[in-house]
């Protein structure tokens, strides 16, 4: 017969100074870690929510030959070079438009981070141009959360062209307006999509039919490949009356861009040889369907002046 008898046993003083021992050495492992919890609730009460902006949703300040939603920082200084060759159409004697073509210089700057403005000079009609860009709200999520960018773009375009000396001219008549609202966002991290209405006022106009004001809604998106090369594509729905005197057409274009550290190089297929807005979308005769199809590059390259501080 096996027994298992429980005794009670008293505890001695031996017992009484483990137990002290064991006591007076965690109280340096609880302290430690009280601290521990008061630092990290600190921090915690001291963390604000922060607010995460897009960035990049174009390569540059163009999609192809219309304005996206980005802009110079401030202290950027930027150098422009855009050209379109003749159509293609053109047949082997002007080696399918390669022998001809239009350029347009510009130079532009980043006043804030939200202001840029530029100075251009476009070959077609000697044009000259000066605009102003400003960036009205910034994608972002977090304490802030807006859903898209939106930029607004004003230029004023004035015609260099030789007056015809039998009429009387007005340098007014020279000058063109556009107000644009350019509005983006970015939909993943390769996708982004922009739409953009626009207003072009003529001062003078070629022929009593054609319209002193031309309204328009622009469609573009990019495609990011890789992190240095990415398509693009962009189109313009233009509101005409039909009694125009010149049969004009919506101005489609498609791009690579290629990005090399300070440079941007852009490559397209273009309907159109203007680079200003009351060029490619007022005044657009070329078509797709007629083989009226401009190879076209723009070249860009970035300075920075100063930073931050």
Known sequence: MKRNHVTFKFITM????????????????????????????MLDSLAKPQTDYA???????????????????????????EHRFGAVNSGFYQFYGLNTGTIFLSTEYGVKDWMMV?????????????????????????????PFTITYYGAMT???????????????????????????????????????PILIHRNIVPAAFDQNNIY??????????????????????????????????NPLSVGVDIETGGHVF?????NSVG??????????TGRWSKGDIHLGFNITRSFTFYGKK
Request: charged share 20%; no cysteine.
């Open 118 to 146: 530029g100075l251009g000079h476009a070959s077609l009609g000697n044009t000259f141009n000066g605009f102003v860009k400003l960036n009205l709200m910034r994608q972002s999520k977090g304490m802030k959360n807006n």
């Open 275 to 284: 680079m200003l807005e009351n060029q490619y979308i007022a005044q657009n």
């Open 216 to 249: 328009s809604v622009g469609f573009a998106g990019r495609y990011k490949i890789t992190n240095r090369m990415a398509l693009s594509a962009e189109y313009y729905a233009v509101y005409r009356s039909k009694d125009n005197s010149v049969k004009y057409y």
């Open 14 to 41: 031996k017992h009484i100074a483990n137990i002290i021992a064991v006591l007076l050495l965690s109280l340096p492992l609880l302290s430690i870690a009280q601290k521990d919890d008061d630092i990290f609730g």
């Open 55 to 81: 960035t990049a949703t174009f390569k540059s300040s163009r999609v192809i030959t219309g304005q996206s939603v980005e802009q110079m920082k401030e202290g950027q200084f930027e150098f422009r070079i």
């Open 158 to 196: 004035a015609d260099g062209t030789k007056a015809d000396p039998t009429l009387t001219n007005y340098f007014a008549d020279r000058l063109g307006f556009v107000n644009q609202f350019l509005i983006a966002r970015k939909v993943t991290n390769e996708l982004s999509l922009q739409i953009s």
């Open 266 to 270: 852009s490559f397209m297929l273009t």
